[in-house]
């Protein structure tokens, strides 16, 4: 304790001490490190704010110009789109739409132009004009398309507006080429400039940091040696050989340091005597209660873990669905009620999609669950990467997905959505070794506008879903109070249709098939008709797409084909056999043998030649070109049933059809003979037909005939039959043989009945 006055007296008399140098050496060196900084952050600001400006004066003629891209290419989708629609109002939609994005266009255009530079004013002029001649021509397709001047529109598409389209996009590519090309120098040389500048930034840096480095090596030097007397001394301390005192040199802080240390040195001593002893002790007793504590741990954390693998199975179990490890419904209405929920109170949209993969029974039915399975799950792998991150892919149940999509500005962004789901269903799906091609009909429901709750949503989602179906597949539909109005009409109708024909409410007409050349009689067409207890007489086009789609058609095909057929055997008897009859069937009909089965049995029944029934198709069955489709047709044609088909020249592959199926006949359709005695345009498709068929080898009718004009014309260029209003609208059958046979009584000609066991025994 002698050394501790003695380190007092001394440390009166020094100057600066210890930690007044570190003091002033820290302040030295943040004043310095802050210097670096200012002047880095001034040098990188800068440079970052030159970059920036330069990419933004070269990046955003670049994004007008992928913008105008992608319009012009969406003008050019939607125009050729527009023969395809039938509906009245899809045209009107569509041209409306049409209209709106070449507004759109032409606004960006001439914003674009005006601000583009000189050398490129050529171009620009070229530019302008091509697209003032392609407004020009969008003008004609629009009109034509609402005359329903289809070969019109077809001509302006396909040889008049494409060139205008594709010269505007190459335009809109040269352009592009060129500002990147700009952009790229403009770029690079920023880059350069911006190099240069860090370069002396880091110069810089470093040479202060250098003379940093030298003070500090400088000052540590200084302080370590007395540091590592104080260093040895306190390890010998702490090896229990600390009993001499320690030789302290200096005048500041170390000094005082080491006579305190020496004044503590007895005391430390004699506490660690007892804290020696007081240490085994406790010693002993925690060894022992850790122990205990380990054991018991492990215990618990073992049923804490079984547990917890037990909340985690059981709520995946409940809330996700086994196959595809997608949500299933009941987390999917959870998440759509959080969802509306958010957007109610953000004053924003949600948009739920309800997916259906189009034909999936068949893919059970023909190739196994297994497959149909496998193909599940990679429907949902696709579903998953073709949604955003944030929208939420649920399986519904069987073949349907759902897909929310939450917290949107504007609901048409859900157009996107969808475009990219019927996209990323385009390739085929490798099952094993099957390759199939599955494709999916979305409907889509948004709140607020369709529903404020999710149930109401999902049934409207639903009700869309079956509108796009009804639409051809492959496509999307949205929500609307039409879709709601024609699937309560839908219902009411399926009600009604469910027991029409147990309760006798059909009724087959006949119309009239003539020769071009005497007008002579040669057949009938089986038209049918349903009378409703309720609402009257329905028409066909509203009844017949519910029955094909429950089913129904099925059995009422076969009542329409053992009627016709013996009512074609009642007017054989009466020595008209020379007559043929025709009946058109439905697609739903060709699903398996029951078809060829029923017609073989009901020539039979009724010892009709085969060669005078008549069997019309629509291309609607060709599209799909099943094989049993193939097969049924060829069997048919064997049997010497003949083949037609109906609506020719409304579809797009009408050629190879007649080249790949065994028909015997074409039929005209009502759309282009109607106008044929004044459209030269008319005139010259028909004349083709005609041609056509005649080169074939195929017997040629022409429907919708209703003027002399129209039938004079049909002759002159030996069209074979027609059949149309000029000659007798359809008739019920003793209606039609009272006109074409003579006066008869009503009894005389007896109305055939339905038989409905022979239809059970085919099956």
Known sequence: MKFLPKARGVSAGRGLTLRTKLGLGFIGVGLFVAALLLVGNHVIIDAAQRLESTLTAQVQPLVRLNRLQAQISR???????????????????QIELLATERGAFDRELKAFLKESPNAWREDATNLEEHWRRYQADLDAVSRYTLMRDLPAVQRISTYESSGRFRMISRLLKQAVDTTQRSAGTTFEKALIEQGRQRNIVIITSAIGLTLLALWIV???????????????????VAEGGGERPIQVSGHDELADLGAAFNAMQEKVAARERALRVAHDELEFRVAARTRELHQANALLLREIEERKKAEAMLHHQAEYDSLTNLPNRMLAMQKLSQAIAQADHDGKYVVLIFLDLDDFKKVNDTLGHPTGDALLVQAAK???????????????????????????????????????????????????????????????????DDGDEPSKLLRHADLAMYEAKESGRNTYRYFSQKVHDRSVRRFLIERQLRNALQRDEFELVYQPVVSTKTRGLIGAEALLRWHSPDDGLIAPELFVPVAEHTGLIVEIGEWVLWT??????????????????????SPRQFRGDRLLKSISACLAAHKVPPRRLHIEVTEGLLIRNHPEVRETLTALSAMGVRLAMDDFGTGYSSLS????????????????????????????????????GKGLGLTVVAEGVESDEQLKFLAEHECDHAQGFLFGEPLPAAEFSAYWFGARSKNNVQEPVFNQSRVEAID
């Open 75 to 93: 003008i050019r989708v939607l125009e050729v789109e527009l023969p395809v629609l039938t509906d009245v109002y899809e045209i009107s939609d």
């Open 218 to 236: 400088l000052f540590a030097r200084s302080v370590n040696e007395r540091l590592s007397r104080l260093r040895r001394a306190a390890i010998q």
């Open 382 to 448: 696709r579903l998953r990467g073709a949604v955003d991150e944030n929208c939420l892919v649920a399986r519904h149940g069987g073949d349907e997905f759902l897909v929310i999509i939450g917290d949107l500005v504007a609901s048409e962004h859900a157009n996107a959505m969808a475009e990219r789901i019927l996209h990323a269903f385009a390739p085929s799906f490798d099952i094993g070794d099957s390759e199939l091609v599955v494709t999916p009909s979305l409907g889509l429901a948004i709140y607020p």
């Open 564 to 585: 016709a057929c013996e009512q074609l055997a009642r007017w054989h008897e009466m020595g008209h056999d020379d007559l043929t009859v025709a009946v058109n069937v």
């Open 657 to 692: 059809y007649l080249k790949r199926f065994p028909f015997h006949s074409l039929k005209i359709d009502r759309e282009f003979v109607r106008d044929v005695a004044t459209d030269p345009d008319d005139r010259a498709l028909v004349n083709a037909a005609i041609r056509l």
